[in-house]
Structures are given as C-alpha cells and as structure tokens.
C-alpha cells in the first residue's frame, strides 16, 4: 500500500544525453526523488536531463515521497528518521538544499502523500489509524488539523487543484479505488472515474485543465491523463515493465514517471504524448516518487 499511496522507491550511471523534446522546449528545472542506492530510503535531486545529481538526505532512517512546496523554497518529505525502530512515518520540512530540517506532525499513526495546498499554508496527507486510511489537513504555522474525509473505506493519495478549489483524491467508496475530486472541507465529492480496474492518483497539470493518473485498466500498470472533469482519458505510456506516476513539469508538456522497464525502478520522462521517452536514472537501487520543482523554484 506504501508504495501504490506515493504515486505507487552506489554508485551510478547518468544519461549523458538530454531529453528529445517536442516542437517547443525541452524541460527544465529539477527534479526531487526517493533511492535507496546507497542502501537506505534517501532524497536526492537532479536537474530535469538526470544531470547534477544532489543527496538532500542522510542517515539510517527512510525518507520517502518528497514534494516542493508552491514557491520551490521547501520541501515536505515523509520520515521514520526519530523512530526507525517503527515503520510509522511523519511528515518533514527542509528547505530545497536539503538544511533546516524540521518535524511537522508527531503521532503513532502512519502518514501518506503530503499535498501543499497552492497558497503553502496547508498541507493535507493520508493518515492511516487502525486500519483505516482518510484524508487530512495539517495547517503548517499552527499545526492545526482538520478531517476532510471519514468514509468506511480507504480514502488516500490527496493533490490539490492549481486554484485551490478542489482536491483529488481516491476512494475505494465505490467499490474499487477510483478517482474523486472534494471540496477543500471535504464537501461536494464528485466521481471522475468509473473503472473496474485500480486507477490511483497523479496529480493536476499546472494549468489545472487535465489530472494524470495510473491505472492498470489495460492489464498493467499505466500512466494515463483525463480532463479535470474526468473526461477524455488517454493513455500516455505503453510498456509492459510497469509505469508508475510521479508529477507534472511545470510547463505542463512533460510527465516524470517511474518504470521497471530495464529491470529496476528508475525515472524515466515522457511527453503527453508517449512517443519521446527518456531514462532519466540507472542506479542498481530504486529510484521513485519523483517530483518536478514549480516554475517559481528559486
């Protein structure tokens, strides 16, 4: 389940050459992800091309699912690093070079995909508690927190809209684990898939006009972008080694992804189009949950 909520993680050999870029403008900006090439769960960065590698994080504990936040200056990751001896993580801020690292939650409780809200004064994550996972809000400054869902079933893997006016999210409500979008209270839930397959959560493009998803509706897992309404799905990658999404660039051409298409997870980049694809990482450990910085990244 830890791997699937995240958007489903040595010494190494970059790719030297840079992404084969559509009509416009290769990507730019880095890109912040989980490995554990050195034997531990550790954050790292890269530029967009896989060049300019950077460790953010060390030490024995796991560090997990990194996010910027909207301005590029933080980021929010999840960690065990003040308990390793339990597999519960919190939620961390550090800044973007890795420093000023601090604790933002402190339970017993397992938390998932932190989301910033795009003013950054919020954060909502998954909490899971017994055996039930819902959606929360945690207010960064006064550490206030608040439930915006509270279904019988699973509710996870929460992303805000652009505007901040909706947040999508899945939920097994229905029977299986679908697509939603919410009110940022928890209110006027709407439905956006309806699949008899697992369709878990990417995220909203930049311009908050379409979301990517992965799916496994075609026999494997695949990333997939449908309008914001739901409607339109198409299916960007096709590769039987499994794709399993990580976020958007900010100009909202290109998707980071990971795959196991050459054996292990590594990153890969692909346009909306499927047909420019580029291996971005080959480490012997996996590499995962990448996130592309906004465009406002200092």
């Known amino acids: 389940m830890k791997r699937i909520l995240g958007a489903v993680a040595v010494t190494c050999l970059w790719a030297t050459t840079a ?4 009509p416009d403008a290769a990507p730019r900006g880095r890109i912040v992800f989980t490995s554990d090439r050195t034997g531990h769960r550790q954050l790292w ?3 967009a091309d896989g060049q300019g590698l950077v460790q ?6 796991g560090d997990d699912f990194p996010l910027w936040s909207p301005d590029g200056r933080r980021i929010s990751f999840l960690s065990n690093r003040d308990h390793p001896d339990r597999e519960e993580r919190d939620i ?3 800044d973007a070079d890795g420093s000023h690292v601090s604790r ?3 339970t017993p409780f397992e938390h998932h995909s932190p989301s910033w809200s795009p003013d950054g004064r919020e954060i909502a994550f998954t909490l899971k508690t017994g055996e039930k996972w819902d959606i929360y809000a945690i207010d960064i400054a006064t550490r206030a927190v608040r439930r915006l869902t509270n279904d019988p079933v699973a509710a996870y893997s929460s992303t805000w809209s652009p505007d901040g006016k909706r947040i999508a999210f899945v939920s097994e409500r229905d029977g299986n684990a679908e697509v939603y979008t919410m009110a940022p209270d928890g209110t006027n839930v709407v ?3 309806n699949n008899p397959a697992f369709d878990g959560l990417g995220g909203f493009s930049p311009d908050g006009r379409q979301i990517a998803f992965m799916s496994n509706r075609d026999g494997r897992a695949e990333v997939y972008v449908m309008d914001a309404d739901g409607k339109s799905p198409r299916r960007v990658t096709n590769h039987a080694g499994g794709n399993w999404l990580g976020s958007w660039s900010p100009d909202g051409h290109w998707l980071v992804f990971t795959s196991k298409r050459d054996g292990n997870e590594e ?6 189009t499927g047909t420019h694809v580029e291996r971005l990482t080959k480490a012997d450990g996996a590499d995962y949950a990448p996130a592309w910085s906004p465009a406002t990244t200092p």
């Open 191 to 193: 439905r956006l898939t």
């Open 45 to 47: 960065s890269m530029s």
């Open 267 to 272: 990153l890969y980049a692909t346009d909306l």
């Open 19 to 22: 992404l084969a870029a559509p």
């Open 104 to 106: 933002l939650t402190d």
């Open 92 to 94: 961390y801020l550090m």
């Open 56 to 61: 953010l994080t060390k030490g024995a504990g």
